[in-house]
């Protein structure tokens, strides 16, 4: 059956950042739907995150296309260029290859949800406002400099 049951599937807040920057991720709640609906092309999560939380630390991926639909409340898009608000039926597209670090925060004071659609990461990706890089070809998050965590 086509129909996905949300309450299903397990809601968890891990994420691979090392420390220091783990800690930050402790408001974003997620749901893996693409491996449930056994969709291999591409990876869809339902997010939601808590006041004060943030989607990701900022960045950009080098061969990672990624899409937005924001489903109810509201967050503040970063980006290079500055902040934008997105609200419920609002999207955001993130082409691969473009040099623009972006995230979400959440700064109201109730939850906002949104589908997070994306490749799984096969190529680098770039954090530009912290000292972290994570190389595809391993799979580690790195210093800047290329050494490890």
């Given at each position: 059956?086509?129909?996905i049951d949300l309450a299903?599937?397990?809601q968890t807040n891990r994420t691979g950042y090392p420390e220091p920057y783990r800690d930050a991720m402790d408001k974003r709640w997620y749901r893996r739907i693409a491996p449930v609906a056994r969709i291999e092309d591409f990876g869809v999560s339902h997010v939601?995150?808590?006041p004060g939380g943030?989607?990701?630390?900022?960045?950009?991926?080098?061969?990672?296309d990624e899409f937005v639909v924001m489903l109810s409340?509201?967050?503040v898009l970063v980006e290079n260029e500055g902040e934008t608000i997105l609200r419920a039926?609002?999207?955001?597209?993130f082409p691969k290859g473009v040099p623009n670090g972006h995230h979400l925060r959440n700064r109201s004071d109730q939850d906002c949800v949104?589908?997070?659609?994306?490749?799984?990461?096969?190529?680098?990706c770039h954090y530009p406002d912290v000292d972290m890089h994570l190389d595809?070809?391993?799979g580690l998050f790195t210093h800047k400099d290329g050494s490890a965590y």
């Open positions: 059956m086509p129909k299903a599937i397990p939601v995150l808590r943030i989607s990701s630390q900022r960045h950009w991926h080098e061969g990672e409340g509201e967050a039926g609002e999207c955001a597209a949104f589908l997070a659609i994306g490749k799984t990461a096969t190529t680098d595809a070809a391993s």
